[in-house]
């Protein structure tokens, strides 16, 4: 296959509630979507980068220059499949998600040319995966009951809270005591230090399935040591951007179970990778969120139904973030989100209402000659 030229396009999309975690508040995503234009048809990537460089060191201004300076140009106007991508892109250092972002384009026009489903493609197991949801820092104790209340409701069959220094233990008991035994477990963005081990040792009492990215994303010895004080199993997010990195975690007995985000490993092929090492040595993992389009959401949730995928993921519906998506929505049936059949990611794009909400284009290759913006 050829790659002929990269669509690159951004668009804002408004949250249907403001979004706290420990790094920050999120009330809308400024989200970058590629489609990648090959001799054999079309696909779609989306960047999951945020808008500042708070949860991790990547952010989407960072994304688009890379992508249109240093990442695409290495893949135009040769032969290729979206398995070599990762290497033909080995030579830029880190940028994850800009890399995963085109490597899924690639795979989506690669697969969609084929008639395969991304579901197939990654050998899922399972018509419809189990979905949780994450539930930001709220402004009380009583508006928290509230929001994880209603989406108990909904059917989601997991809840993860958000923590921060403050805003944890108290929390943590009030949904115990309000919901009784629902799955619950709470994610911290690294905002503890190790020096915090015994306070978080206050959270064992409760039950949690796991506590997931405590500490800082490269004190990764550290989330061992931390594991001798609680009892709770330590679930690594932002530590964990390749497999090697997922394999050295696993060795240094730093995370029991590992959330996996395409994003932010640089792609589905890598996150592929991290799924049957953590099979292999018996970890289950989980499918992360960060807040997707449709696009993104199709990917995620095909991969989700592969079989080490045994823990809900932060897989929710459409109407959970966006009240109009750009794709067909995700709806959630009985706490779970199906998995799409279609050719390729299986979703179809909304033109008129995707372009409606476009406020930047760019094309990088042969349509565009050279870099337009
Ligand atoms: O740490 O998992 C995280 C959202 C943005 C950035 C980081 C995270 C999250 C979430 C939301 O927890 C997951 C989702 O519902 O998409
Ligand atoms: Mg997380």
């Known amino acids: 296959m050829k790659l002929e030229s990269v669509e690159l396009r951004r668009i804002k999309l408004s949250l249907v509630a403001p979004f ?18 090959t001799d054999g048809g079309e696909g779609w990537g989306e960047c999951v980068a945020g808008e500042e460089p708070t949860y991790s060191s990547e952010y989407v201004d960072a994304a688009g220059h890379v992508l249109i300076h240093h990442l695409i140009p290495r893949l135009l106007d040769r032969e290729l499949v979206a398995a070599d991508v990762s290497a033909l892109l080995h030579p830029v250092h880190g940028h994850q998600m800009a890399k995963a972002a085109v490597e899924m384009a690639v795979l989506d026009a690669e697969l969609r040319a084929q008639g395969q489903s991304f579901g197939r493609f990654f050998g899922a197991v399972r018509r419809a995966v189990d979905c949780g949801v994450s539930v930001g820092i709220q402004p009380s104790i009583a508006e928290l009951l509230q ?63 796991l506590i997931e990215q405590p500490l800082p994303e490269e004190q990764v010895l550290a989330h061992a040591q931390l594991a001798r004080t609680v009892r709770t199993p330590i679930c690594l997010d932002e530590s964990i951007t390749s497999a090697q990195s997922a394999a050295d975690a696993i060795e240094l007995g730093a995370c029991r179970v590992i959330n996996i985000k395409p994003g932010r490993v640089g792609g589905y092929l890598e996150a592929r990778r991290i799924h049957d090492l953590c099979a292999a040595r018996g970890l289950p993992v989980w499918m992360g969120g960060m807040l997707e389009t449709g696009i993104g959401r199709a990917g995620n949730v095909a991969m989700a139904a592969m079989p080490g995928f045994t823990l809900p993921g932060d897989t929710s519906a459409s109407d959970r973030y966006y009240h109009r998506d750009i794709t067909e929505p995700f709806v959630l049936e009985d706490g779970r989100l199906r998995v799409p059949t279609g050719p390729g990611l299986g979703v179809s794009i909304d033109a008129e209402y995707l372009e409606s909400i476009t406020y930047w284009k760019s094309v990088v290759g042969r349509a565009g000659s050279g870099v337009r913006s």
């Open 20 to 37: 706290e975690t420990s790094f920050g508040v999120q009330t809308e995503r400024d989200v970058l979507l590629l489609k990648a234009i």
């Open 147 to 209: 929001t994880v209340g209603g989406y108990l409701d909904q059917g989601y069959r997991r809840i993860k809270l958000k923590i921060k220094p403050g805003w944890d233990v108290e929390p943590v008991r009030a949904v115990r005591e309000r919901f009784g035994d629902v799955p619950l477990q709470v994610d911290a963005n690294t905002a503890y230090s190790l020096a915090d081990a015994e306070h978080l040792a206050k959270l064992d009492p409760f039950g949690l399935l």
